[in-house]
């Protein structure tokens, strides 16, 4: 293989601490170990909930589950996935004991091994220690170790995958419409397949097949259209073409975007600080599409940006729950992945009200979004100097984030005098301060992306 070919994971992998007791470290050394090993991993941290994990096996269209968790939350995620049935009944659960979590409390060897029998009967696929981690991750999903699974490229699977997909594409886009988390994962799986060539190997035919889907995904939406009217009208979730409306999170690695958009989640749900309830209107159906890097030479990555999201993501208390759809997706440093443009077309399809799309890359992300946001920091000082240009047309709407640091006093004053001397079109982007952890500003950040609708139309 060509060094500089993006190689498709071996296995994307949902990692999590099911309970409130274990180490951080231990998670992080596991994710690790799976990175290295060639895996996706969407790195979900503590005190995770069965549901939480099963809502992100689905979402993320995940291969397998590893988690380091007592044995009776072991057996209650695996009798959720089982009766959540289908293809979630039979996804690998892998307990990891680590030597400082020794969780169900058996020090004795005897009851240990005892405890992994009985683990095993009941379903979970492996119980091992976390140096053994990605050895019996593979063998728990492909039945082969990783070095088998390179060998053979993958490609009788992903033929498989692609007949299947094939024959179930309208089911899944009629389950879709109305709201189901796996078949929206599994669809999005479908079209990342196709656009990089993983499919078949093939970028022509790869091309065919995400057209075909897009096309059924656009003629299900207009019958879907003709049948209903849809009852959601908030301003800034509904585009200037009366559909979708997807915005754009963009901003250098670690400038807060993950945190700002479960902020802005919340606002969009009337779930923010100074949002006023919005009782006699439907919550807005939301798709997040987090790009995050990945290794280019073992397709390995964790995916960090969903564990940002987990208090937006789901609230199983709340009225909105179920109503965010958050896909971790790993891309080059700076880039878009290629199917993301489709992939946000098929959201539109299936009936999100608001899509995010949250990307470290500028230039592309700007040609699929109806508003770019433009997240800087006092850190990134010299990168708004060096790119200006770039920034100053592209984005809707600054955001100087972090504004609880002294880096950050100075900039939102530069960008505005940037933008004073440089602006030419009507609409002069506004900057606006935020601390996204404490939800500071969010409000006048989601009041300005209505601002700017009502303005466009
Ligand atoms: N002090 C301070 N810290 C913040 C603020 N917003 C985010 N952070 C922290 O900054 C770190 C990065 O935040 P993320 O939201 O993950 O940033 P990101 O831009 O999504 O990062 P990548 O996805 O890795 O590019 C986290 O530790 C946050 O808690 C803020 O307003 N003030
Ligand atoms: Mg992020």
Redesign the pocket.
Known sequence: MNENQFMKPLAKIVLGKLGSEGRTRDLRNIALILRDAGAEVIYLGLRQTPESLIVAVEQEDADAVVCITSTHMAIELLENLQSAGGEMATTPVILVRTTASDTAGNTDARDATGEAEQLRRVGIAEVMNSSEVAAQVYRAVYGTEAADRHADNAEDDNARDASQATENMADLLRQARSGSNRAIGRLLSVLEDAREGKTSGDTASGDTAAELLLSAAASSSADARDASVSTYSVTATSSASGDSHVIGIT??????????CSGLIKAASGRGRGRPKKSDVPAPKIAVL?V?PSSPRTGGAIL??RI?MTSSIQKPQSSVSGNVFFRSVAGQSGEIPSWIPDAVKLLRSVGFDLIVV?T?GVGHVAEIVDTLVM?VTGDYGDDIQASKAGLLELADIFVV?????QEAASVSRDLERMLDSRMESSWRPPVIS?????GEGISDLWNMIEVLQIYRR
């Open positions: 901003g250098a690695s670690g400038s807060g975007k993950s945190t700002l987090a995050d960090g940006d940002r949250e470290t997240v984030n972090k504004t609880d640091t935020t601390v996204a952890t404490s």
